[in-house]
C-alpha cells in the first residue's frame, strides 16, 4: 500500500536499510531507494561536508552517475570544477549534474564542519548528458534568497531552488515559508519530501495528524490524500522536494489564477482542479472550507 511508505524521521536519525550502509561520521540517511522506489535519495551531512579530508584540502575529483543537489544550512563549501571553486554558504545551494567531474571541500577551517543536504536522483541508468557538455551547461549555483526563473513571478514564499526542467524531469526543490493551509489534496504520481528548517509543522496524511519540527524529515508518498499547515509564529520554513518534479509548475497556477481560485478568502476546488490536474495533483472539493491557497 502507498500509504505504508509515510514516515517522519527524527531529527539527527537514519534510516535504515536492507543492506547495512556505513556511513562517515556525521552523515545520516533521511531517505534511500528503498523509501522512495527508486526515485532519489537524500543525505544530511554535519561532518566535514562529506569530503572525507582535512580542511582546505580537496577530495579526489569525482564524476557521478545521478544528478546531485546540495543544500547548504550552514558553513563554507567547495565545490571545485575544472579551475575553478564555487563558494558555498549558509541557505545557497547547488545543483552538480552527472556526469561532471567536481571535487567538494571543507574552506572554513579545521574547527568548522559544513551541515549540507545532498538530495541524489539516478533517473534512467546510464543516461549521461557529459559527452556533448550538457552536464557543464546545467550546473549553476544560487545564492541565499535566489530562485530560478519561471514561466511568473512567484513570492518568495515559494523560492524554486530547482526546477523540473533542470533536472530533466527527475525532481523539483523548494524552499517554502509554509504561511498559510495548504488544504487536502492528493499527488497521484509524484513522491513528495519535507526537510523542517525552522518552526513546526502539522501534516494532516491519510486522516492522521502530526508535527514536524526543525531537522526532521517526512515522506509523503504520492497516492495518498495530506494536507499541511503552518504550527508556529514565525510560520515554518521548509525544504520541499517533488519526484518526479512539478510542484513548481502547481504553485505558478495557483498564483497565476488567484483571483478564480479564491473569492472572498474561500477556496473553490474545483476551480483549482482545473489548473492542477494536467500536473496530477487534484484538491478533495467537499472541503472547501475557506482556506487560502499558498502566497
Same mark, same amino acid.
Given at each position: 500500500m502507498?500509504?505504508?511508505? #509515510?514516515?517522519?524521521?527524527?531529527?539527527?536519525?537514519?534510516?535504515?536499510t536492507p543492506t547495512p550502509v556505513l556511513l562517515p561520521s556525521g552523515t545520516t540517511l533521511k531517505a534511500g531507494p528503498g523509501d522512495t522506489e527508486g526515485r532519489f535519495s537524500l543525505i544530511e551531512e554535519q561532518g566535514d561536508g562529506g569530503t572525507g579530508t582535512p580542511a582546505q584540502v580537496p577530495n579526489a575529483i569525482r564524476t557521478l552517475d545521478f544528478d546531485a543537489f546540495l543544500y547548504v544550512r550552514e558553513g &563554507? +563549501?567547495?565545490?571545485?570544477?575544472?579551475?575553478?571553486?564555487?563558494?558555498?554558504?549558509?541557505?545557497?545551494?547547488a545543483l552538480v549534474p552527472r556526469g561532471l567531474p567536481h571535487a567538494l571541500r571543507?574552506?572554513?577551517?579545521?574547527?568548522?564542519?559544513?551541515?549540507?543536504?545532498? +538530495?541524489?536522483? =539516478?533517473?534512467?541508468?546510464?543516461?549521461? &548528458?557529459?559527452?556533448?557538455g550538457g552536464a557543464a551547461r546545467r550546473f #549553476?549555483?544560487?545564492?541565499?534568497?535566489?530562485?530560478? $526563473?519561471?514561466?511568473?513571478?512567484?513570492?518568495?514564499?515559494?523560492?524554486?531552488?530547482?526546477?523540473?526542467?533542470?533536472?530533466?524531469?527527475? #525532481?523539483? #526543490?523548494l524552499e517554502v515559508t509554509v504561511a498559510q493551509p495548504?488544504?487536502?489534496?492528493?499527488?497521484?504520481?509524484?513522491?513528495?519530501?519535507?526537510?523542517? +528548517? &525552522?518552526g513546526a509543522l502539522h501534516i494532516d496524511f491519510d486522516g492522521d495528524e502530526h508535527i514536524a519540527r526543525p531537522g526532521q524529515f517526512v515522506l509523503l508518498p504520492h497516492g495518498v490524500p495530506h494536507a499541511i499547515r503552518p504550527g508556529s509564529t514565525p510560520p515554518p520554513r521548509v525544504l520541499q522536494i517533488s519526484s =518526479?518534479?512539478?510542484?513548481?509548475?502547481?504553485?505558478?497556477?495557483?498564483?497565476?489564477?488567484?483571483?478564480?481560485?479564491?473569492?472572498?478568502?474561500?477556496? &473553490? $476546488?474545483?476551480?483549482?482542479n482545473r489548473y492542477t490536474r494536467r500536473y496530477h495533483v487534484t484538491y478533495e472539493e467537499e472541503s472547501a472550507d475557506g482556506q487560502g491557497i499558498p502566497g
Open positions: 502507498p500509504k505504508d511508505r #509515510f514516515f517522519l524521521l527524527d531529527a539527527g536519525a537514519s534510516r535504515s &563554507d +563549501l567547495g565545490i571545485d570544477i575544472g579551475d575553478q571553486t564555487h563558494r558555498l554558504t549558509s541557505g545557497m545551494c571543507n574552506l572554513g577551517g579545521a574547527d568548522s564542519a559544513p551541515h549540507t543536504l545532498q +538530495l541524489s536522483a =539516478p533517473g534512467v541508468p546510464g543516461q549521461s &548528458d557529459a559527452a556533448d #549553476f549555483v544560487l545564492g541565499p534568497g535566489e530562485a530560478r $526563473p519561471g514561466r511568473i513571478p512567484v513570492p518568495p514564499a515559494f523560492s524554486v531552488k530547482a526546477r523540473t526542467a533542470d533536472t530533466a524531469g527527475l #525532481f523539483s #526543490f495548504i488544504p487536502r489534496h492528493t499527488h497521484h504520481v509524484a513522491d513528495e519530501g519535507i526537510y523542517v +528548517l &525552522d =518526479p518534479g512539478g510542484w513548481e509548475c502547481v504553485v505558478e497556477a495557483l498564483i497565476e489564477h488567484r483571483t478564480e481560485v479564491s473569492r472572498g478568502g474561500r477556496l &473553490d $476546488p474545483a476551480a483549482l
